[in-house]
């Protein structure tokens, strides 16, 4: 059995909820015993301009944003478009 490194991942999230659902990914991904790899979730309660700001990096890497918008109202829309505002002046 060969050894499986650890590939690391960095989440902002806006609630316990979403860090609730990563950790639960996490733990799923490394009960599969055909896995190549053992993910490390790095979790924060942060915007994702004050993440990334965190990040040093020694080798080129990808940034992924996902969002979950829960609901149409003009208060998710809101929240939705502030954050872009504030990735896009970052």
Do not use: W
């Amino acid at each position: 059995m060969s050894e499986r490194r650890n590939k690391k991942y960095l989440f902002s999230v806006e609630g316990e909820t979403e860090e609730l659902y990563f950790k639960h990914l996490q733990n799923l991904i490394r009960a599969e015993e055909n896995r190549i790899a053992n993910p490390v979730f790095q979790i924060e309660k942060c915007s994702p301009s004050k993440c990334v700001k965190k990040i040093s990096v020694l080798h080129s890497c990808t940034i992924t944003a996902v969002f979950d918008v829960e609901d149409p109202d003009d208060d998710h829309r809101q929240r939705f478009e502030n954050t872009l505002k504030e990735m896009k002046a970052s």
